[in-house]
């Protein structure tokens, strides 16, 4: 029998008739005969309304408390997919992370999945259940719940697939694969109907957030092929695999979630320092890009999602600094050997980068 991962994110299961469509494919898919396990995101924008609610309590609320807070989104959507698909007839059972043997690492927000002890989800496929996991989350060492990321309920889907040999992986969204740049913003996109590791890879560190980038990793990894869908299309898709050498633009991807910090003395700064601050910045988990030294200023790009962390590490620890935080608009391009291959990038400049960066809109 094969066993399928099946992945729906936020804006599929977003409400009740959304959810009938899902269920409905789940249970064509069953029919087949497949052993069938489901991870399925937070209903519509729901994380994002339980990080408003918490920080109308606390400009910056702690870590292990919204790991708490922004797993019960994910729990959610699986309790009521289940209940749906029971009432049609079919026997469901939902799993928290932590039900479902995902043991992660201790790093709150960004935890990282280690193992999965999966005896309990094939107990319940032995029983012909379909398994509904709640995405994005784990257990710790500590017995504390923890989350994966942002998007990381597609990294739970590929975790899953490679712990139980499962035979496809398909990540279903509201797009029908990926694109050339973001369909949503760029009409003319196309989509692909292959993309390689390596490409998706920096396609979703770049910012694009069609599908996280530690699922990618993990795909890579244990060379499992991932399948980018739409839940409301049975039309295209998008397999993300393995390729032997390819040259062409495969995306241009824009991320408006950067922040660049710059940090200001009056007089020169010293290594130690600089080290130090780079260090600190590190052990608080916050995930930093091109940390630049000058006589008096250090400047570093962060995730705007760390802004009010940042800050306020920087100004209780750093008094004598000035802070100023800018925006980042990053455009990226993307594609294997496109800066061996100038001809890859016709109607750009000679000097186009396979990254290249610009700090004002388009
Ligand atoms: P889900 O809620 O199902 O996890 P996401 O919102 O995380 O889905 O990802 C799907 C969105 O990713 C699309 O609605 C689209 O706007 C965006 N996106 C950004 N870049 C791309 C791309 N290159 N191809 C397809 N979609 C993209
Ligand atoms: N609900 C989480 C988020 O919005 C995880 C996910 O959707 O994959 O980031
Ligand atoms: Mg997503």
């Not at 069609?210 to 060379?223: A, D």
């Amino acid at each position: 029998m094969n066993t399928i991962i099946l992945k729906f994110g936020g804006t599929s299961v977003a409400d009740n008739i959304k959810l009938n469509v899902v269920a409905k494919k789940i249970i064509d898919l069953k029919k087949e005969a497949n052993n069938i396990v489901v991870v399925v995101s937070a209903q519509g924008k729901r994380t994002n309304q339980l990080i408003k609610e918490a920080q109308e309590l606390s400009a910056i609320p702690q870590e292990r408390e919204m790991d708490m807070l922004l797993a019960t989104g994910e729990q959610v959507t699986a309790a009521k997919l289940s209940i749906l698909l029971n009432r049609k007839g079919h026997q469901a059972i939902a799993l928290t992370g932590w039900q479902a043997g995902i043991v992660t690492n201790t790093i709150h927000t960004s935890a990282k999945i280690e193992k999965i002890n999966t005896k309990r989800i094939e107990e319940e496929l032995k029983k012909e259940k379909i398994v509904v996991v709640a995405g994005f989350q784990g257990v710790n060492e500590n017995a504390d719940i923890t989350t994966l990321g942002r998007g990381g309920s597609d990294t739970t889907a590929v975790a899953l697939q490679v712990a139980l040999k499962a035979d496809k992986c398909y990540i279903f969204s509201d797009v029908d694969g990926i694109y050339s740049a973001d369909p949503n913003m760029i009409t003319v996109a196309k989509r692909l109907d292959e993309i390689s590791f390596n490409e998706m890879q920096e396609v979703a560190d770049a910012g694009a957030k069609v599908l996280h980038n530690r699922c990618i990793q993990i795909g890579k990894k244990f060379n499992c092929d991932i399948i980018a869908k739409s839940t409301f299309s049975e039309e295209g898709g998008t397999k993300i695999c393995q390729q032997i050498e390819t040259a062409e633009v495969k995306s241009i991807v824009k991320n408006e979630k950067l922040e660049v910090i710059q940090m200001e003395k009056k007089e020169n700064i010293q290594e130690t320092q600089t080290y130090d601050i780079y260090q600190n910045l590190l052990q608080n988990n916050i995930i930093v890009e091109t940390f630049q030294k000058e006589e008096k200023q250090i400047q570093f790009r962060i995730k705007k999602e760390q802004q009010n962390k940042v800050q306020e590490l920087l100004e209780s620890k750093y008094p004598d600094y000035e802070i100023k935080q800018k925006e980042l608009v990053k455009l990226s391009i993307v594609g294997y050997g496109i800066i061996q291959d100038a001809r890859c990038i016709k109607s750009s400049s000679r000097n186009t980068k396979k990254t290249q960066n610009r700090n004002n809109r388009y």
